[in-house]
């Protein structure tokens, strides 16, 4: 299993045109097969910054998620925002899950 969390903060004036732009992405990764992985967003109270929490049952869905047109889309508008350097990307490694599908 594979668990990531990414957290970066991004402008004021872009955090409602961010928040449409993940919508569209997890509306077309609910077209997939989600019982490989969950995926999950989150901003802090800040509200600018922004947790995506993603567990992914083995490499093959990572790779075919992260290539996802909408996800690549939103990765790229995102990055064009000005990040600033607040990007960060952690991998965890998993001890336990209630959710035994994934693990």
């Known amino acids: 299993m594979i668990s990531v969390i990414v957290t970066y903060k991004v402008k004021p004036e872009f955090v409602d045109q961010n928040k ?3 919508q569209q992405f ?11 992985f969950q995926y ?13 929490h993603s567990i992914y049952r083995n490499e093959r869905i990572q790779t075919n ?7 690549k889309e939103f990765q790229r508008l995102r990055d064009e925002s000005g990040l600033n350097g607040t990007h960060t990307i952690e ?9 035994e599908k994934l693990v």
Request: aromatic share 10%.
């Open 65 to 71: 998620l992260l290539n996802v047109p909408s996800f």
């Open 91 to 99: 991998v965890l490694n998993v001890i336990g899950s209630t959710n």
């Open 40 to 52: 999950n967003v989150y901003t802090k109270d800040d509200n600018v910054t922004f947790v995506h």
């Open 26 to 36: 997890l509306k077309d990764f609910k077209e997939l097969d989600t019982s490989g």
């Open 20 to 22: 449409r732009n993940i």
